[in-house]
């Protein structure tokens, strides 16, 4: 069963995959704050519940804007709900935590991540009103991940040595 808490309507799209350009290309900045920029939005938000993830990028549905959708638990259990339009990650600090990583954009695949502890995003809502999201624990490392995906990298682009190894070899073999 979906957590589905966001109340606005929309409609799934399609996940993009890893392979797919749009998830390699830097996202633009978001000028039109618009009825398609809510649509956007609502249909970002009810994608994510469909595919049971903690956070979706614009990009991930294959629209080139910078614009992220959350829902997910910080570490302390406090749940965040929202969207950020043109975020900025300002800070990503703290110690580092390796814990495993998952993307829907890479299904079935979870790896050993390093990220900061936390993290703050700062950008403007569907409206452009400024907002400024901060967040621990997985939180931290869901802004990180989403503010990645708008700069044009996945989660894989992060790890280093034999997690790496391990990563593209898995994914090799998913495409076989």
Known sequence: MSKR????????????HLGDPVLRTECDPVRTFDAALE???????VTMYEEEGAG??????GVGLRVFVYDCEDDKGRRHIGHVVNP?????D???LVEPEGCLSVPGLRFATPRHAH?????VDMKGKPVHVEGTGYFARCL????????GSVYIDVLSG???????RAIRNLRR
């Open 5 to 16: 808490t966001h109340t606005r309507r929309g409609t799934a799209r399609p996940i993009r």
């Open 39 to 45: 649509r956007l939005v609502d249909d970002m938000f």
């Open 56 to 61: 979706l990028a614009a990009n991930q549905v």
């Open 88 to 92: 900025r990650l300002v800070a990503a």
């Open 94 to 96: 703290g110690e580092t």
């Open 119 to 123: 993290a703050a995003v700062e950008g």
């Open 144 to 151: 990180q991940h989403e503010c990645g995906h708008l700069d």
């Open 162 to 168: 034999d997690a790496r190894r391990e990563a593209m």
